[in-house]
C-alpha cells in the first residue's frame, strides 16, 4: 500500500466547511484512496473512497487532483460531532481481504 | 446499515485468565479482522478470516488465537492473559462484492485492562 502524509492537526469552526488534506505521491493506478475515522474511544468508521473521480456521498466529499498525488476530505459543514482523527489510506483495489494499514491521521478539532 | 457488534466495551480481567472477545456482524460477510490498537502503534492485525473455520495469522498473532464456527462471528481468544495484552481490541468485517468490497466496516471496540 502506498504511503500517505497528512497534518497532524487541524481545527475548523463549527458550521464552516473542514478541508483534510493528504499526500500519496507513490500512489499506483489500481490503488484507491480510502478515508475513514476514529472518534474518540469508538471504532475507525468509514467516510468515502475513490480511484480518480470526486466522489461525494452523505457524509463528506472527496477530491482526487488530476495526478492522483494528493486529496482532500471535504466535511462541508462541520460540526462538533465530526472531532475526531481522520485516516486517509491508500489500497490496492479488487483486495477484499488485508490488513488496514492507519497512519498517524489529522487529529480534527471543531470548535464551537 | 452494516453492523458489527462487539460482546463487551470494557473488560477487566486477570493475569493468567482464559479471555473470550466476541464479535458479530450482520451484513453476511466473508472476511473479518481482529485488531489491536495502541497508542502510537496504530491499528495491528492479529488474525483475520476469509471463511467459516478458515483463519489466517497477522502480524502478531502470538499469545491469541480466533475461532470461527460461523459466519456471522469471530472470537478472539487470548489463553492466558498477560499485562502486554491490555490494549483496544477491534473486530472488522468486509464483504467480497459490491459496495461492502474493500470497506472494512468496525464494531466500537472492547477495552480490555489485564491486571
Known amino acids: 500500500d502506498a504511503k500517505t502524509t497528512q497534518p497532524p492537526s487541524m481545527d475548523c469552526a463549527e458550521g464552516r466547511a473542514a478541508n483534510l488534506p493528504c499526500n500519496h505521491s507513490?500512489?499506483?493506478?489500481?490503488?484507491?484512496v480510502y478515508w475513514y475515522r476514529q472518534i474518540h474511544s469508538q471504532g475507525p468508521q468509514y467516510i468515502i473512497h475513490?480511484?480518480?473521480n470526486n466522489e461525494t456521498n452523505e457524509m463528506a466529499s472527496l477530491i482526487i487532483t488530476e495526478d492522483r498525488k494528493s486529496s482532500t476530505l471535504i466535511l462541508p459543514h462541520a460540526t462538533l460531532r465530526d472531532t475526531a482523527v481522520y485516516y486517509c489510506i491508500v489500497r490496492i483495489g479488487g483486495t477484499s481481504y488485508g490488513k488496514l494499514t492507519f497512519g498517524q491521521g489529522t487529529i480534527l478539532t471543531v470548535h464551537p | 446499515d452494516v453492523k458489527v457488534t462487539q460482546s463487551s466495551r470494557y473488560l477487566v480481567k486477570r493475569t493468567g485468565e482464559k479471555v473470550f472477545l466476541e464479535c458479530v456482524q450482520d451484513?453476511?460477510?466473508?472476511?473479518m479482522f481482529w485488531y489491536r490498537q495502541d497508542p502510537g502503534l496504530g491499528l495491528r492485525l492479529i488474525y483475520f478470516s476469509y471463511d467459516v473455520k478458515m483463519k489466517e495469522k497477522g502480524d502478531i498473532p502470538e499469545g491469541y488465537s480466533v475461532s470461527r464456527e460461523k459466519k456471522e462471528r469471530f472470537s478472539l481468544i487470548l489463553e492466558s492473559a498477560s499485562t502486554n495484552q491490555t490494549s483496544m481490541y477491534l473486530c472488522?468485517?468486509?464483504?467480497?462484492?459490491?459496495?461492502?468490497?474493500?470497506?472494512?466496516?468496525f464494531g466500537a471496540g472492547t477495552r480490555l485492562s489485564v491486571l
Open positions: 507513490t500512489i499506483s493506478g489500481n490503488e484507491y
Open positions: 475513490g480511484l480518480k
Open positions: 472488522a468485517s468486509t464483504g467480497t462484492s459490491g459496495l461492502a468490497k474493500n470497506i472494512q466496516y
Open positions: 451484513m453476511d460477510h466473508e472476511n
